[in-house]
């Protein structure tokens, strides 16, 4: 098989990561970047998604892309605008890739995506596969025409992989600095109902599912990232003050006070997915930490 790899979104939490392990694994890496950087090690080429313009290069040789290319959907409130430019950063950029991959006629076999566990909506306590239809709401919306994008390979002859993400665990990071930071501060408390179900993984489990699918044949399709036991969003609460020494609130924030503050925004933490994996585990696959106190134990020991 040929070892190149071209990773879209690599200045990214799981980008930044997964480069070094595909590196150490011996295969050739590429990136796409906005801007000009240097990386040890990897080749940088330039695109830009609102002049619909890219290095034309940077396929040469490629058998696999990875693409993690996209806006961070929860560091501003969704204006309109903002939703454009949340699923625009993510349809366009798969758009494109697959358009130069037609122009060069690159030797593309593989298209390894990411989405997330939003694709459901809120399923309260329903336990949901990769059969489960799309949901309701923005996030929902988003991840739909996500993974439209990325299914346009498969007419092309791509074997095309969605990884829909969790709640990833990962040291002073993404989703859990900020869950953390009000529970250092004393201010941990269950959100809504604290009822909802939050799927999550380790970053390290994470990581190890995008590199395993690059040579796994048997990966095709959707998959739900995340470990066989999901968390309440209370219990998750608890076992993160339970590594930091610090109490719980035994009253939650009402969902209203949420929603006044965050606005469609407030889906993040409410919406409730008890999304099962049990697909990724036909595969074969094994987590390295399936337990959440497991988990957290070596996040807050790093």
């Known amino acids: 098989m040929n070892k190149q790899v071209l990773i879209t979104g690599a200045t990214g939490m799981i980008g930044q990561k997964l480069i070094q392990i595909l590196l150490d694994k011996g295969y050739q890496v590429s990136i796409l970047s906005r801007k000009k950087i240097q990386i040890n090690g990897v080749k940088v080429y330039l695109w830009d998604l609102d002049q619909s313009t890219?290095?034309?290069?940077?396929?040469?040789?490629?058998?696999?892309?990875?693409?993690?290319?996209?806006?961070?959907?929860?560091?501003?409130?969704?204006?309109?605008?903002?939703?454009?430019?949340?699923?625009?950063?993510?349809?366009?950029?798969?758009?494109?890739?697959?358009?130069?991959?037609?122009?060069?006629?690159?030797?593309?076999?593989?298209?390894?995506?990411?989405?997330?566990?939003?694709?459901?909506?809120?399923?309260?306590?329903?336990?949901?596969?990769?059969?489960?239809?799309?949901?309701?709401?923005?996030?929902a919306l988003c991840c739909r025409e996500w993974e439209a994008a990325a299914d346009q390979g498969l007419s092309m002859g791509i074997r095309v992989v969605k990884w829909r993400i969790g709640f990833i665990l990962a040291h002073n990071e993404g989703a859990l600095k900020a869950m953390d930071k009000p529970i250092r501060y004393y201010l941990g408390t269950g959100?809504?109902?604290?009822?909802?179900?939050?799927?999550?993984?380790?970053?390290?489990?994470?990581?190890?599912?995008?590199?395993?699918?690059?040579?796994?044949?048997?990966?095709?399709?959707?998959?739900?990232?995340?470990?066989?036991?999901?968390?309440?969003?209370?219990?998750?609460?608890?076992?993160?003050?339970?590594?930091?020494?610090?109490?719980?609130?035994?009253?939650?924030v009402p969902e209203f006070i949420l929603k006044i503050i965050l606005g469609e925004l407030s889906e993040l933490v409410l919406n409730s997915n008890n999304a099962s994996s049990k697909k990724l585990l036909d595969t074969g696959f094994k987590f390295k930490y399936p337990e959440l106190d497991l988990a957290l134990s070596d996040i807050y020991r790093a």
């Open 54 to 139: 890219i290095d034309p290069d940077c396929l040469s040789g490629v058998d696999t892309i990875i693409h993690l290319a996209g806006e961070n959907i929860a560091s501003e409130k969704w204006t309109a605008a903002r939703k454009k430019k949340i699923i625009n950063s993510r349809v366009l950029s798969a758009q494109l890739l697959y358009k130069t991959i037609k122009e060069q006629k690159a030797p593309v076999k593989n298209f390894i995506s990411a989405s997330a566990l939003g694709y459901y909506g809120d399923t309260g306590d329903q336990i949901v596969t990769e059969e489960h239809p799309n949901g309701q709401g923005f996030l």
């Open 191 to 252: 959100l809504g109902s604290g009822k909802q179900w939050t799927p999550w993984l380790h970053i390290d489990d994470l990581l190890k599912m995008f590199s395993d699918s690059i040579e796994n044949q048997r990966y095709s399709g959707a998959y739900n990232a995340c470990t066989p036991h999901p968390a309440s969003n209370l219990s998750l609460t608890k076992a993160i003050a339970k590594q930091l020494h610090r109490p719980v609130w035994p009253i939650n």
